[in-house]
């Protein structure tokens, strides 16, 4: 039997504790840190490996990047769209979350 007033926990990994849905948004928020997910729903974080779903024309650079090209090691910016990564022959790159994949 399910009450109205369950609610749904979450880990939160700087205590080690299990706390409340609700608590959680609201460390999240008090942090300042923001969640970046991909085009489709997952949760990046620094050091993760995403593909690109889409081909990409670089501005300043020339080039365009495939549509399955594998971007190793990105860093998250502070903002909930945007990602820091490396690429061959492309240095300062900042790619749209909602172009990428994690792989």
Same mark, same amino acid.
């Given at each position: 039997m399910s009450d109205a007033n369950d609610e749904d926990y979450v880990y939160h990994e700087a205590s080690g504790e299990?706390?409340?849905a +609700? +608590? +959680?948004k609201i460390a999240t928020e008090a $942090? =300042?840190?923001v969640e970046v997910r991909d085009a489709v729903g997952n949760l990046l974080m620094? =050091?993760? %490996?995403?593909t690109l779903i889409k081909d990409l024309t670089v501005k300043g650079a =020339? %080039?365009?990047l495939k549509r399955g090209t594998l971007i190793k090691s990105i860093r998250l910016? =502070? $903002?909930a769209q945007e990602i820091d990564c490396r690429f061959d022959g492309i240095k300062g790159l900042?790619?749209?979350a909602e172009f990428v994949r994690k792989r």
């Open positions: 299990w706390i409340s +609700a +608590a +959680a $942090d =300042g840190s620094d =050091g993760d %490996q995403v =020339g %080039q365009t910016t =502070g $903002d900042v790619l749209r």
